[in-house]
């Protein structure tokens, strides 16, 4: 097959410049609004003998997740917890920013009764439903939605978790507790007793009873419930300078330190501080750089720990009683089930009874350094000088 070839001529022009109305007309025509960034958030709550949790994931438009977890320390019914999750997802989204929120919930009761296509009839749910149109009523846009359980697993496991008291190893998760339901507009007060006026009177205005012995002991417990009028420190450098002198000065305390006739009282301190810097070194395992993390454990190691010179914990030399450890709350021990419900009357009486332990404390440690002393002795050889024997004197060289 044959082909002819023709030629054409190709003109080159330059090009003309674009009017400003014609570029703005593009501008409008191609640029779209950008849609405001969702939020997903999967809520869900649980409630069983051992109380109530709720479980919060929120999902960011940029696909990164944010977890909570939060206990509630009331009983509740499960359709109280789950109406909990989602007041606490709303939160949770509000504190991040988020305008415009989708909330997951596996409840299909809970979301039909905000959406509105079921009735509620019980005067609590009532509350959960004004208090979640209030809540909401800062977002632009929002809407719940129902989702099997299979895709709510994450919120599922840690509502178990908050609910059970459980220990939460990983620092994704952001733990909190609830002492009252979020319908609970009338917090109960706390009813002062007897023995907390005088102290409270001390401490706000400073005013004591008449009776001297009675003032005494008000000063001694004034400091357990207050900032303290006194601290006193060894003479260590992190103890002084501008900044802790002006602090103290803000705080209205008086800041001491031990005089040097005392060497014991810096021996005291030297001592704590020996102890606590070896737990810290045992637990660190050569990570000195997570000290600040350790430091609390180690803390309350050292004052729920009895000593050996006073048989009694630091901790219940001040406050009259043992500390309930974290363990006991989610398993009850005999201590707990045998305490008496009265907690005020009874505190009442271990802070009356607190002046007398320490007595005893006291007792226990001049025991305990007179059998020091006794068995320091034994390996003591005894020589008896008569006047006029001759002793041999050394005398140091300068």
């Given at each position: 097959m044959?082909?002819?070839?023709?030629?054409?001529?190709?003109e080159?022009?330059?090009?003309?410049?674009?009017?400003?109305?014609?570029?703005?007309?593009f501008?409008?025509?191609?640029?779209?609004?950008m849609?405001?960034?969702?939020?997903?958030?999967?809520v869900?709550?649980?409630?069983?003998l051992?109380g109530c949790?709720v479980?919060v994931?929120?999902?960011?438009p940029?696909?990164?997740?944010?977890?909570l977890?939060l206990?509630?320390?009331?009983?509740?019914?499960?359709?109280?917890?789950?109406?909990e999750?989602v007041?606490?997802?709303?939160?949770?989204?509000?504190?991040?920013g988020a305008?415009?929120?989708i909330?997951?919930s596996?409840?299909q009761?809970?979301?039909?009764q905000?959406?509105?296509?079921?009735?509620?009839n019980n005067?609590k749910?009532?509350?959960?439903?004004?208090?979640?149109?209030?809540?909401?009523?800062?977002?632009?846009?929002w809407?719940?939605?129902?989702?099997?359980?299979?895709?709510?697993?994450?919120?599922?496991?840690?509502?178990?978790?908050?609910?059970?008291?459980?220990?939460?190893?990983?620092?994704?998760?952001?733990c909190?507790?609830?002492?009252?339901?979020?319908?609970?507009?009338?917090?109960?007060?706390?009813?002062?007793?007897?023995?907390?006026?005088p102290?409270?009177e001390?401490?706000?205005?400073?005013?004591?009873?008449?009776d001297?012995?009675?003032?005494?002991?008000?000063r001694?417990?004034?400091?357990?419930?207050?900032?303290?009028?006194r601290?006193?420190?060894?003479?260590?450098?992190?103890f002084q300078?501008?900044?802790?002198t002006?602090?103290?000065?803000?705080?209205?305390?008086?800041?001491?330190?031990?005089?040097v006739a005392?060497?014991?009282?810096?021996?005291?301190?030297?001592?704590?501080?020996?102890?606590?810097?070896?737990?810290?070194?045992a637990?660190?395992?050569?990570?000195?750089?997570?000290w600040v993390?350790e430091?609390?454990?180690?803390?309350w190691?050292?004052?729920?720990?009895?000593?050996?010179?006073?048989?009694?914990?630091?901790y219940?030399?001040?406050y009259?009683?043992?500390?309930?450890?974290?363990?006991?709350?989610?398993?009850?021990?005999?201590?707990?089930e045998s305490?008496?419900?009265?907690?005020?009357?009874?505190?009442?009486?271990?802070?009356?009874?607190?002046?007398?332990?320490r007595?005893?404390?006291?007792?226990r440690?001049e025991?305990?350094?007179?059998?020091?002393?006794?068995?320091?002795?034994?390996r003591?050889?005894?020589?008896?000088?008569q006047?006029?024997?001759?002793?041999?004197?050394?005398i140091?060289g300068r």
């Amino acid at each position: 097959m044959d082909c002819e070839l023709g030629e054409y001529d190709i003109e080159y022009k330059p090009r003309a410049a674009i009017k400003a109305q014609a570029l703005t007309d593009f501008l409008i025509e191609m640029i779209q609004p950008m849609e405001k960034e969702v939020w997903r958030v999967f809520v869900n709550g649980a409630s069983n003998l051992s109380g109530c949790g709720v479980g919060v994931v929120l999902i960011a438009p940029s696909e990164e997740k944010i977890k909570l977890a939060l206990r509630i320390d009331s009983r509740v019914t499960n359709n109280e917890a789950k109406y909990e999750a989602v007041l606490a997802g709303l939160q949770a989204a509000q504190e991040v920013g988020a305008s415009r929120v989708i909330i997951y919930s596996g409840s299909q009761l809970i979301t039909q009764q905000i959406k509105g296509m079921y009735e509620a009839n019980n005067e609590k749910m009532l509350k959960y439903l004004g208090l979640i149109t209030a809540r909401a009523a800062s977002l632009t846009d929002w809407i719940i939605e129902q989702i099997p359980r299979e895709e709510n697993a994450e919120a599922d496991t840690l509502a178990k978790v908050a609910a059970s008291m459980s220990d939460i190893s990983t620092r994704e998760v952001l733990c909190f507790t609830q002492l009252l339901l979020s319908i609970d507009e009338e917090i109960p007060s706390i009813q002062k007793s007897a023995w907390m006026i005088p102290i409270i009177e001390y401490i706000i205005h400073e005013k004591l009873p008449e009776d001297r012995a009675q003032a005494a002991k008000i000063r001694k417990q004034a400091p357990r419930y207050g900032i303290p009028r006194r601290l006193i420190s060894d003479n260590g450098r992190q103890f002084q300078g501008k900044k802790i002198t002006s602090w103290w000065q803000e705080m209205k305390s008086i800041q001491s330190f031990t005089s040097v006739a005392y060497p014991q009282a810096n021996g005291q301190s030297e001592v704590t501080n020996r102890i606590i810097v070896q737990a810290l070194k045992a637990r660190l395992y050569g990570k000195d750089k997570n000290w600040v993390e350790e430091l609390s454990s180690i803390l309350w190691a050292y004052r729920t720990t009895p000593r050996s010179s006073t048989q009694e914990t630091p901790y219940s030399l001040v406050y009259g009683s043992e500390a309930v450890l974290p363990v006991e709350i989610g398993q009850s021990s005999i201590r707990i089930e045998s305490y008496p419900s009265n907690n005020d009357q009874s505190r009442a009486i271990e802070l009356d009874l607190v002046e007398e332990k320490r007595d005893q404390a006291a007792i226990r440690v001049e025991a305990y350094r007179s059998r020091v002393m006794k068995s320091y002795n034994k390996r003591v050889w005894p020589r008896n000088f008569q006047v006029g024997d001759l002793v041999m004197k050394k005398i140091a060289g300068r």
